[in-house]
Nanobody
């Protein structure tokens, strides 16, 4: 069973920065994709940033130039550095990992989400 633990959310003022972390644990064989998503009150969950397997990093247009996603493969951890935060960035942020996990003598695909961490940006 793969579990994700997020940390780093909080209350900040507009223009300030936060760094979110998400660490995966469990019998992970490989990780294909890591990403961050967010869901604001009354809105659908949306992609913030993703590091696809073998591809280039993608960002939502609304965060380009302000947010940076990075990954520490040795620690199975993904980060989201958020600079120049705006009130419209207020949301619950979720990390997502996709890959393969060991199950006995075999392995299977997994797709898991973090518990969510609240980021509130005041004006």
């Amino acid at each position: 069973q793969v579990q994700l633990v997020e940390s780093g959310g909080g209350l900040v003022q507009a223009g300030e920065s936060l760094r979110l972390s998400c660490a995966a644990s469990g019998p992970i064989l490989s990780i294909y994709v890591v990403g961050w998503y967010r869901q604001a009150p009354g809105k659908q969950r949306e992609l913030v940033a993703v590091i696809p397997g073998g591809g280039s990093t993608n960002y939502a247009d609304s965060v380009k130039g302000r947010f940076t996603i990075s990954r520490d493969s040795a620690k199975n951890t993904v980060y989201l550095q958020m600079n120049s935060l705006k009130p419209e960035d207020t949301a619950v942020y979720y990390c997502n990992f996709q890959g393969r996990v060991v199950t006995g003598v075999s392995d299977r695909y997994f797709d898991v989400w973090g518990q969510g961490t609240l980021v509130t940006v005041s004006s």
